[in-house]
């Protein structure tokens, strides 16, 4: 088979792989659809997140399944299926509190496509087959009316967004929300405003500099401001950091109003000096880290198939599946390929 190979900076190749097989009844074998790139992998082609290859590439996308093993009850050869980019087993405790992304049966941040971060021996899913450890417990239906390639992020993307907003909403129902959009999270930012204004959020502000972002913002019902992420629009229960940086982390907290929360899903790669007093003062929550993405997906789906939702406005480019290694190379911000 083949397999799409990070070497080093905004170099791919494809490599000829023995094809996987499975090792138990538990697992399935799973062909790709629809990839998507996520906000992280241009970061990593261009080095600005340093991550070292060669490693198979790829971790965003909706696949179809190619064999099951004789444990697997819930899918079957045919099944189009959104693939999380964590690897979980369903079974431990984390899983079972929903916390996927932090399964206890495997080594900690264990996921496809991201190197010796998620660790080598998953592989990527840009390849002709990729193996699931846990079938049953992994693989989401995809709904028969959404297409592939609109939700090939709720891999990851999407439903690091979805919990950026959805458990806050549900504590407090029809909450404004702000969106601080910007470069590094740039898709995610754009979902968690659509996905708000999908939830019921009274009011969604979404803040960029970018006349693309800002406009697909608009489209997906958000209320789109011109300015700085530094720019100060008034006060909300609940922010969303997704610029990137110190600064607009900042910004965000102070964004925050009494007892809000401010959510960062973008990655801060250095220690960044919090106000903690005022947020002391105000009661304010601020969260950051992975998002569980196998949790979130179900409910993503649901959203995309009632029309409430709809992801397809995000992507910036859709190709063919063997365009992707120039495609890559020129590190779009949300790239999605289509194989069939």
């Known amino acids: 088979m083949r397999r799409l190979i990070l070497d080093k900076l905004k170099r791919l190749r494809w490599e000829d792989a023995p094809e996987p097989t499975l090792q138990n009844g538990r697992q399935?074998?799973?062909?790709?659809?629809?990839?998507?790139t996520c906000d992280l992998d241009p970061a990593i082609l261009s080095g600005d997140f340093p991550m070292s290859g060669p490693f198979a590439f790829g971790h965003e996308g909706?696949?179809?399944?190619?064999?099951?093993?004789?444990?697997?009850?819930?899918?079957?050869?045919?099944?189009?299926?959104?693939?999380?980019?964590?690897?979980?087993?369903?079974?431990?405790?984390?899983?079972?509190?929903?916390?996927?992304?932090?399964?206890?049966?495997?080594?900690?941040?264990?996921a496809f496509g991201l190197g010796t971060v998620g660790g080598l021996e998953w592989g990527g899913l840009w390849a002709d087959?990729?193996?699931?450890?846990?079938?049953?417990?992994?693989?989401?239906?995809?709904?028969?009316?959404?297409?592939?390639?609109?939700?090939?992020?709720?891999?990851?993307?999407?439903?690091d967004a979805y919990r950026s907003v959805r458990p806050q909403l549900a504590a407090n129902?029809?909450?404004?929300?702000?969106?601080?959009?910007?470069?590094?999270?740039?898709?995610i930012g754009l979902y968690a405003a659509g996905l708000a204004a999908a939830l019921g959020s009274s009011r969604v502000v979404y803040l960029d500099t970018d006349a693309d972002r800002l406009a697909v913002?608009?489209?997906?019902?958000?209320?789109?401001?011109?300015?700085?992420?530094?720019?100060?629009?008034?006060?909300?229960?609940?922010?969303v950091e997704a610029h990137g940086g110190a600064a607009?982390?900042?910004?965000?907290?102070?964004?925050?109003?009494?007892?809000?929360?401010?959510?960062?899903?973008?990655?801060?790669?250095?220690?960044?000096?919090?106000?903690?007093?005022?947020?002391?003062s105000r009661c304010c929550t601020f969260h950051t880290g992975r998002a569980?993405?196998?949790?979130?997906?179900?409910?993503?789906?649901?959203?995309?198939?009632?029309?409430?939702?709809?992801?397809?406005?995000?992507?910036?480019?859709?190709?063919?599946?063997?365009?992707?290694i120039d495609a890559l190379e020129e590190a779009p911000t949300k790239l999605v390929a289509v194989r069939y």
């Open 173 to 187: 129902p029809g909450a404004e929300v702000l969106v601080l959009g910007g470069p590094a999270s740039p898709s």
């Open 62 to 110: 909706v696949c179809e399944v190619v064999m099951v093993g004789d444990e697997v009850r819930d899918f079957a050869p045919g099944d189009k299926v959104v693939v999380p980019f964590q690897i979980s087993c369903g079974a431990c405790g984390p899983c079972l509190r929903g916390n996927t992304g932090n399964c206890a049966s495997h080594p900690a941040m264990s």
């Open 217 to 239: 913002a608009a489209r997906l019902g958000a209320e789109a401001i011109e300015g700085s992420a530094e720019a100060r629009v008034g006060r909300f229960p609940i922010t």
């Open 248 to 280: 607009a982390l900042r910004s965000a907290i102070n964004a925050t109003g009494p007892d809000g929360v401010c959510t960062s899903v973008s990655i801060q790669r250095e220690d960044a000096a919090l106000p903690m007093f005022a947020m002391y």
């Open 129 to 159: 087959l990729a193996l699931i450890p846990h079938a049953d417990a992994m693989l989401v239906r995809l709904p028969e009316d959404v297409p592939p390639a609109a939700v090939a992020s709720a891999s990851d993307n999407i439903p």
């Open 292 to 324: 569980h993405a196998r949790s979130a997906i179900p409910a993503v789906l649901d959203l995309v198939a009632a029309g409430r939702f709809d992801p397809s406005l995000v992507t910036t480019r859709t190709i063919a599946w063997d365009e992707s």
């Open 28 to 36: 399935a074998l799973v062909s790709p659809v629809a990839l998507a």
